[in-house]
Structures are given as structure tokens and as C-alpha cells.
């Protein structure tokens, strides 16, 4: 959810999708880690600045695909809607387009960060 709503909120102030879904998405990311080792996969925290930073290198590199397919997928709506006679604004070409990526985000993440947390 934070994810989504900074990303929204800079994509409608006029950052291109793609860093706009990075920055969105690093944050979300953070706040996930940091949630789940506490409270979905009980963490003591041994090790979890360690492990913290190398989910986020895990993050940026998944971000940054993640951030070009939405993009991707935002212009291939855009096209799609201007084809067949409609004004689809940017903001909700957008917002459609990181609810088709975003699922596949969450469980990769998911299971990423349950396999770094595993045994902590």
C-alpha cells in the first residue's frame, strides 16, 4: 500500500513511472522487510541490519525491472486506449499498470524475504 500511494502520488506530480516505481517501490519494500522480520516471521533481529541490506540490494535490482515493465506496460495502455479513441490520462494508464505488475512484485518478495529470515 505505501508503495502504491507514493508511487501515485509522484507519477501525478509528473516523475516519469519509472522512478517513481523505484522510489515507491524501495520504500514499500523497507517497511515490508522491517514488518514481516518482526511480526510474520517472528525474527529475534540476529543479523538483520546485515540481512536488511542485502534485501535491499535484492530490492533495487527487482525495482528496477519491476519499474520498466510498469512503464512498459503504462505506455502499451496508453497506445491501446488512444487506438481505439479514448483519453486515458497518465496518472490511471499508471495506477492500472502497477496493479497488473505489482502482484508478482509481492510474492517474489515474499518469498525472498521468508528464505533471508528463515532461521533468524
Do not use: W
Not at 522510489?23 to 518482526?38: E, V
Amino acid at each position: 500500500m505505501l508503495d502504491t500511494v507514493v508511487y501515485t502520488v509522484l507519477v501525478s506530480l509528473g516523475v516519469r513511472v519509472l522512478f517513481a516505481s523505484i522510489i515507491g517501490g524501495l520504500c514499500g519494500s523497507t517497511f515490508a522487510f522491517l514488518t514481516s522480520s518482526r511480526f510474520v516471521f517472528a525474527s529475534r533481529g540476529q543479523g538483520l541490519p546485515i540481512r536488511l541490506v542485502l534485501y535491499l540490494l535484492y530490492v533495487v535490482c527487482i525495482v528496477l525491472v519491476a519499474g520498466a515493465l510498469t512503464e512498459a506496460v503504462t505506455v502499451l495502455l496508453l497506445h491501446l486506449a488512444s487506438g481505439l479513441g479514448l483519453n486515458l490520462p497518465l496518472t490511471p494508464a499508471a495506477f492500472l499498470a502497477k496493479c497488473v505488475v505489482t502482484p508478482f512484485l509481492l510474492l517474489t518478495n515474499f518469498f525472498v524475504a521468508r528464505a533471508m529470515l528463515k532461521g533468524s
